[in-house]
């Protein structure tokens, strides 16, 4: 059994791969303060605001405000805690510190001297306590609160916001289980599945483990816990937000199709993965490869987004996959890369590795602007702007990322993942250390082999040329496994210390192993062809039918009107075209694709229909990453264009 | 002025194409006793039951259960009457008669001491009268009445149903008004408008006309009168249910778009341009003509639908005309009909006829199944059944035909379009004869001319041999005006008395025009090229690019599963395609369209995404007429194919 999801300690990772680093930095210096300010209800946007801060306030008695809802602003908290943790790790900033402690005694004040911590079920209707989970988001709440305890721990030492959420969980572990008086109910909203895994792998403390077994084993037993909660209808007819929307329509292990709330799912599997690979499950990890089937070959954008309902922000049926009216949430993508980078722990397959960069630099990180400032919630493959506006179908969409949200999880969700984005590089056990993800860092690991530090060079996402040195005092044995991108094919060339070597015998699950005694300085370069390639979508996807997207490296490539014009559904490109890269040095440097081989059809006169054949005309088609679209100004988008042979 | 709207009396006009009489024959011998069975309660289906009868016993004192909304029932009564009196003229049923007596009677008990009448607002809401012109449809169902009022007179000379109408109107037009304690209310739903102006047609009487005109130049005028009723908010946002919606967000004359729900803007738009036609308004008219130009050149389907945006069964923006989760009411198909056929009184133009003969064969007939007892209200022109029964933003589609819904207002629409589609055959004025449509019928007109009989032999809408024979006692000058339907574009022929006519240098609007001396056994014989042909919609259209559609003479042709497999999206037709043309016998006898110019992709592997081109192979496509789609079972639909050149 693998582990490669055990990741070194974030701590011992610097990265240095411009790109990152860059983000990192405005993510510091920027943003965590921004975000501080916003949920203390100092961000004003047309998409509300928040009063996550001020809750915990009125909840800790500082306060005699009403309390204002969302529920599970608590989450926000939590969330901003564990970025702005992560944060100092390259920006140590005293003065965030401060407001994490701040926050850290607040949560201190509003605990209860039986455990409990929810500013929701304090502070607003104490009455409701234990009588809502399938809404309440209290375990939600509490997972996030831990994944922020235990960072701020891991990379301050201060163990303060730790001990409180470990006597919340005490108490909630007292509270819920099977045993006489105890209530059998599990989370609405998983999340702390994950938390309670991370936990137990820092604390080795196997009551986490076991508490993590029984919220995802209950979750959907019959009689379902949920249904027996008073206002469990009340809230949502049965079919949209019940309980499937929950993934608890029937037990974990008998989910045959990725369904329901799509972050809610992406978060479920995600520890449920990090379950079955620490309990070696059979069963489980049957589930989750079923599950993964049933998103990736069926259910998932080339972007890496999921969730294309919007009603219900969920899953819809198998191979419906609308590009304008979709939901495909930011933090369902991060959702993702949670889960991918889990499955890694269970089976050797660059296909986990795959989706996971497709989700990081595609669906995720277009949820946050050029400035770090501005976010999408919803993140579409097509955008007509006037559409948008006008149809009650499309009020989700936006058009214009904005500042922040009311229901605010997406942005620091956001922060979170890019402050700690060194967690998907490598992965580690006995046989080896596994290179997922090609990020330039540099990195110290410890194992039974000794110590080894790794320097990586990278040129991604731009550029394919990979340089990994190696530094140890002592030669040692172990196997490199390098994980080839699905995207580059056949396309890869290997040299190790300048020499180049025939690697095509040494694949596992579309990684390179090799397998040898390293000594110091042995240097491994790795190139990996980044031309951009045409992508064909299942036929069974109506709406892709007759398109192809356009892909170089990880990064999905889409139009946009201020590059090409209006009525980017007239623009066909060749499925041979070929495409001129260039670097832009706008919204921080980016490769341009240009194609002459684009035609564009000049239908639009006065008629709304004829019988002539629409002109078409040679024209030039300019693509820029999706990851970047609608960061200068409004305008049509698409990633699937019509092509022609 | 031409006043060409001004139809010969039904009574008058024998049809004699199999088409319309078999349909005819269908709708007088099962389908208008079967919705007397439905709007006595008697007919259960998923979309509900009407009580339309029931409640006017209610209503009438004769009866004591709860009254059942919809609130606008009275006017399926309406209808019905209207469709029963004119099934009457070809198919005499006593039964039927006694019914609709029946009705008369109640109508009578209903109608209170003042002349008011509207069972909603005696029955059950009596506190409400006149405080919702706005929703409460009270002269909506009074026009709908007063139009069955109008054709039980018109065909049986009884007209107890036409006074009480009558009285209604007086109570009416004392109430509403300008004048010192008279409400400035209109009608929340249009259509009393219609109905006046065929009431002031049959009866000469100026203040019908008045009383219309007062309606239509009120409506929307500062302030708008349905902002100062209570409930107006309370109905629905001011965005998509309020005044625009309701075609009242300005003065009637400064429209300037098709907008709001569909069905209220085309019967709006019908009252207006026979008012138009009438008083010689040249604003009035100036209006309409813009109206029209934006409803048919920018806001239609290809099928004549009108309605893209289902929240508010409403006109969407410019060119925003999505195939699958369109609204496409059948009721607006048919107010299409009734503005188009009003429109030929403003200006002779074909595209009026071409739009109303689109309407008539596609839009509105898709409406009802081939038996005659089930129905549409949505008309889709893209289905795919699975997605249908998931979505959410689809929930208003359905797949099959049902037999009738709770809000019934379509199907005795259609019952009384088919059983009058006498009327939209001929147009007369002071210079001759109009022929808008071929239809095979006999027909007897007196003009000032002096008598003239016709007889149309017609092969629509199968085939395009059209034969007129004139009768008459002495000879008669006068132009004989024919239509040429676009869709012939130059490829038609005209012969008189076997002679070929060069009539190039005749043309007027798009009419023939044949000015002469007529004589008795004069034979006009028409020939209309029907071969098919590929329609390209506008490139704005984004919904349709890299589609054609197909059309035979008056039908647009659409593709279904149970003939071509699933997953229509796969497959293409070349725009060059060559059409076999084969009658097939099902479904009371269709021409179906075969090419063999068609492909088919074969992308469905394992794989969502590939880097591989799908496979295409040459493949057979069969085409049948879009208003028989979803006769044989539930499966996809397409009007729109992908094309390759």
């Keep these: 059994m693998l582990k490669n999801y055990d990741i070194p300690d974030l701590k011992r990772i610097r990265i240095e791969a411009p790109f990152w680093k860059e983000r990192i930095q405005v993510a510091a210096e920027k943003v965590i303060p921004f975000q501080w300010e916003a949920i203390n209800g100092r961000v004003e946007s047309e998409a509300g605001r928040s009063f996550a801060v ?33 944060s100092l790790l390259y920006h140590p900033n005293g003065e965030i510190e401060s407001h994490i402690d701040e926050v850290v005694d607040l949560l201190e004040r509003v605990q209860l001297p039986d455990g409990y911590l929810n500013s929701y079920f304090i502070a607003a209707h104490p009455e409701k306590r234990y009588k809502n989970f399938a809404w309440g988001h209290e375990l939600y709440c509490c ?35 099977h045993g006489e008086g105890q209530i059998p109910a599990y989370s609405g909203h998983p999340e702390i599945e994950i938390a309670l895994m991370r936990l137990y792998h820092a604390t080795k403390e196997k009551k986490y483990l076991t508490f993590c077994k029984y919220l995802i084993n209950e979750r959907g037993r019959e009689p379902v816990y949920f249904e027996s909660e008073s206002g469990f209808d009340k809230e949502g007819d049965i079919k949209w937000m019940g309980l499937d929307y929950m993934v608890a329509d029937k037990p974990f292990l008998n989910q045959e199709n990725a369904t329901g709330h799509a972050v809610r799912a992406m978060y479920l599997y995600a520890g449920a993965a990090e379950l079955a690979a620490e309990t070696q499950d059979e069963m489980l990890e049957q589930t989750l490869y079923r599950l993964w089937e049933s998103t990736i070959r069926r259910r998932v954008y080339v972007t890496a987004g999921v969730g294309a309902h919007a009603y219900g922000e969920r899953f819809s049926i198998d191979y419906d996959l609308p590009n304008d009216s979709c939901y495909t949430e930011t933090c369902a993508s991060i959702g993702l890369v949670f889960w991918a980078q889990r499955m890694q722990g269970l089976k050797l397959d ?56 009311g229901c605010c999880c997406c942005p620091p969700n956001l922060m979170r993942m890019i402050t700690s984005i060194g967690k998907i590089i490598y992965g580690k056990d006995d046989s080896g250390l596994f290179i997922h993800q090609y990020i330039g860092n540099q990195c110290d690991i410890d194992w039974k082999q000794g110590q080894c530090s790794i ?42 210390n300048g020499k180049s070597e025939t690697c095509r015998d ?31 979508a299942n036929q069974a996807v109506a709406e892709d039918s007759g398109c192809v997207a356009v892909q170089r490296g990880p990064l999905i490539y889409c139009v946009e009107e201020i590059d090409n014009g209006k009525m980017l559904q007239s623009i066909l490109i060749k499925d041979s075209a070929v495409f001129k890269e260039s670097w832009k040095t706008d919204m921080n440097g980016y490769i341009e694709l240009v194609t002459e081989d684009g035609m564009k059809e000049k239908g639009e006169g006065v008629q709304l229909y004829s019988y002539g054949k629409p002109e078409i005309c040679q024209t030039q088609v300019k693509l820029l990453p999706y990851f970047l679209w609608g960061n200068r100004g409004e305008g049509e988008m698409r990633v699937w264009i019509r092509y022609s042979v």
């Design 54 to 86: 001020r809750n915990l306030k009125i909840a800790g008695g500082l306060c005699n405000e009403k309390y204002e809802e969302p529920l599970f602003q608590d989450s926000d908290i939590g969330k901003w805690v564990e970025a702005a943790s992560y």
């Design 143 to 177: 997972g996030h609160l831990l994944e922020g305890a235990l960072a701020y721990y891991q990379v301050t030492g201060k163990d303060k916001m730790l001990r409180i959420m470990e006597r919340y969980l005490e108490h909630l572990m007292k509270k819920l289980g």
């Design 350 to 405: 660059t296909e986990y590795g795959d989706w996971l960069e497709r989700a990081v630099y595609n669906g995720a990180l277009s949820g946050i602007a050029v400035d770090g400032e501005h976010y999408f919630y919803v993140n579409p493959l097509e955008v007509r702007p006037d559409v948008v506006h006008y149809r009650y179908d499309m009020k989700h969409v936006k058009t214009q990322r904005v500042p922040w949200y």
């Design 455 to 496: 320097t990586m060079e990278s040129g991604f996402p731009w550029n394919g040329n990979v340089k990994i040195t190696l530094g140890m005092q002592e030669r040692q044995h172990f196997t490199l496994y390098l994980r080839i991108p699905s995207w580059t094919e056949n396309s890869w060339l290997v040299k190790i």
């Design 506 to 536: 040494k694949l596992t699950g579309g990684y390179i192993c090799l397998e040898r005694e390293w000594s110091d300085q042995d240097e491994i370069e790795i190139y990996f062809d980044m031309s951009p390639r045409i992508i064909y």
